[in-house]
């Protein structure tokens, strides 16, 4: 890994942006298709913007401490939460980080003990300074400078899990080569929020504290950022591109804006900034559609509205590209995810509860003028109950929380909406969803997709789809487990719940799907109207040679009845070319299950095991069924999803060749 500019040879020639690529990266290896858009670089030169940026001091994009009446008029119940968390902090130990915690990443796989300690000093450095802005007596400051010294002493402010960025590889990090990855990047965005927000109300401390903030945000991110085309969430070179990079480029403009002075460095950190940005875009289909899944979107969509935002703060609304219908459609994602009750759509690495920022949603709608989107900010807001206590800020992102505090009073003044869109089809990410009746969460609601396995976050799942019924899970996916060393490594579908075998999907002659852009669903065909909504596809090239598939056409439908209970059917056609094992159709779910007779099972809720909640019913003379109950060691399966799941294994009879099979999923009445 080079450590030095390497110039225009190192980069991926625009005119070469439309080529397949294939890369492996911390995330696992990508399949992705770059459009040549550069909607920031082709629209706006470099001139232009260094012309138009102001000078360090002089953008102003929140009030600092000194503007008391702007404080003042944040509402006393969130103020005096926020002073109470600080009050709370004070006098009290800032956590260690063990080198042998750190080490716990390669010696066992497991991230998350060093990540707690990590996050959680930077969680009390934003509530000390959030409280310290809000009532300016100076009592949280020395306890501020113990958090700005804590943190400045840290080898290294990224994770154990994002080492690979470094030459020396995993282990641990080198003094000598610092790197940036997600949380070294808001680390960064932290420091530089402390040091705008309170200015010189540090040198109450000490003179040279400001120093020390600014001296470590040159070594650790400006300079390495600046110097370094490497890093592969730039983009610049053939690699992964996903919700890095808007995320880590959010945050280095964010250092960039509030503290780099060198006019020069300024400018160039910019315009590189807005080139490394345009690739994301580039790498995004028409539809805008996200295929890390609305959790994802928060950072993904989510931190591109953040880097817009302040490009067109900064260079005072020249810099704008809210007008093209990408980034409109990129927007609105995360309404056409959302299925009610504070559930989204959840293939890949996604649960089915998103943590999503009101005050980004409202905020991009605002920008986009888009009123389902601000509605819906409005309605996030109103169910997080921001504005009743101190806002939630997990890791420290304080940036976010500015946001949402300035945002409070617009989100309060609008009048909530949920959008319960009937039917969505994203023709390039290839999702569609459906359901019985639109503005409602009654009845039957149905996510489906075709894609390829090599999606961002990828699960093995060409052809699965997700039920819910009345707003809550009926046939799930399970998304992901807590993540370790082997989730994001060559051994990644060894993991349980990533593989086809336990999705919604066939496995074939024993044969499950696996990982690769070549597995994929062709074919493919989607139609919607008043009496149905209906995704199919080509199933056949999902499966290597030895599932001996001929042919394999799956179809999966929601039947609209305005006089009875609405239905979906999955009716599979397939043809093989040989048979070693009895080929199973596989339903997921966290429900109770009772087989109640040969070509029926009900789904029970597991708090009430007698009131069926749906039937699902089959031809018995072509399939068989039995349940395997799943017991859940992972602590965040079992908390999303209760301590067992059951998977309902239909298999085919006979040996039969060829067949058309249908599977057909009723609401109870009732």
Not at 117 to 135: D, Y
Not at 147 to 162: D, L, N
Not at 619 to 637: F, G, R, Y
Request: charged share 25%; with cysteine; proline share 5%.
């Amino acid at each position: 890994m080079s450590h030095t500019l390497t110039g225009n040879g190192r980069r991926v020639a625009l005119a070469a942006l439309t080529a397949v690529l294939f890369a492996q990266s911390s995330t696992h290896a990508q399949y992705f298709v770059l459009t040549e858009r550069n909607l920031l670089t082709s629209r706006f030169d470099s001139v232009s913007v260094a012309e138009a940026l102001p000078v360090v001091s002089e953008w102003k994009p929140y009030p600092t401490i000194d503007d008391r009446a702007a404080w003042s008029g944040v509402s006393d119940i969130v103020r005096s939460a926020h002073i109470a968390q600080a009050e709370a902090l004070v006098g009290t130990d800032w956590p260690q980080l063990p080198a042998t915690v750190f080490l716990e990443f390669v010696r066992t796989g497991k991230r998350s003990n060093y990540q707690a300690l990590s996050f959680s000093r930077r969680e009390r450095l934003a509530k000390l300074v959030l409280g310290e802005v809000m009532e300016d007596e100076g009592r949280f400051l020395d306890d501020i400078a113990n958090g700005i010294w804590s943190i400045s002493e840290e080898t290294y402010w990224g994770v154990p899990a994002h080492l690979d960025i470094q030459s020396a590889g995993f282990g641990l990090p080198d003094v000598d080569e610092p790197t940036v990855d997600l949380f070294a990047a808001e680390t960064a965005g932290l420091m530089a929020w402390t040091l705008y927000l309170l200015g010189d109300r540090l040198d109450l401390v000490s003179t040279l504290i400001r120093p020390r903030i600014r001296s470590e945000l040159k070594r650790r991110v400006l300079d390495p950022n600046l110097e370094r085309d490497d890093f592969w969430w730039m983009a610049f070179e053939p690699s992964v591109i996903n919700n890095w990079t808007p995320w880590v480029n959010s945050n280095w403009l964010t250092v960039v804006l509030l503290a780099e002075s060198d006019p020069d460095r300024r400018r160039a950190a910019v315009y590189k900034i807005m080139r490394s940005v345009d690739v994301f875009i580039n790498s995004y289909p028409d539809d805008g559609g996200c295929d890390e899944g609305p959790v994802y979107w928060t950072r993904a969509g989510g931190s591109l509205f953040e880097v817009l935002e302040m490009l067109r703060s900064a260079t005072d609304g020249l810099v704008d590209i809210y007008d093209e219908p990408l980034i409109r459609d990129m927007g609105r994602y995360i309404l056409r995810g959302y299925v009610g009750n504070g559930y989204f759509i959840n293939f890949a690495d996604a649960p089915p509860k998103a943590s999503i920022d009101p005050a980004i949603v409202f905020g991009f709608g605002e920008r986009l003028e888009d009123q389902g989107m601000i509605h819906f900010g409005s309605y996030l807001a109103q169910a997080s109950q921001l504005g009743e206590g101190a806002i939630p800020g997990r890791f420290g992102y304080l940036g976010r929380q500015l946001l949402t505090l300035f945002s409070l009073e617009a989100m309060a003044a609008t009048d909530p909406a949920v959008p319960l869109l009937r039917d969505v089809w994203l023709p390039d990410t290839q999702v569609m969803t459906a359901r019985a009746v639109a503005g409602t969460t009654d009845g039957l609601f149905l996510a489906a997709k075709a894609g390829h396995n090599e999606e961002n976050h990828n699960h093995n799942d060409v052809g699965n789809f997700i039920i819910y019924a009345d707003g809550e899970p009926l046939l799930i996916d399970l998304g992901p487990a807590t993540y370790t060393a082997k989730t994001f490594s060559d051994d990644r579908f060894e993991i349980w719940n990533l593989q086809s075998g336990f999705h919604n999907v066939p496995t074939v002659n024993g044969v499950m799907q696996p990982f690769g852009s070549e597995f994929r669903a062709e074919e493919i065909s989607y139609k919607a109207d008043d009496d149905k909504a209906s995704l199919s596809m080509d199933l056949t090239s999902a499966y290597t040679p030895g599932a001996q598939v001929r042919e394999w056409n799956r179809r999966i439908t929601l039947h609209r009845s305005p006089e009875s209970i609405s239905k979906i059917e999955i009716t599979d056609d397939f043809a093989l070319t040989g048979w070693d094992e009895p080929t199973t159709l596989n339903l997921m779910t966290a429900d109770s299950v009772t087989i109640d007779r040969a070509g029926a099972i009900y789904l029970l809720t597991k708090s009430n095991p007698f009131t069926p909640r749906a039937t699902i019913t089959f031809d018995p003379d072509q399939l068989t069924a039995h349940l395997e109950v799943i017991k859940l060691q992972d602590t965040k399966l079992r908390n999303t999803w209760g301590n067992t799941v059951t998977r309902i294994v239909l298999t085919t009879r006979d040996g039969r060749l060829a067949d058309t099979v249908t599977v057909s999923i009723e609401q109870s009445e009732g």
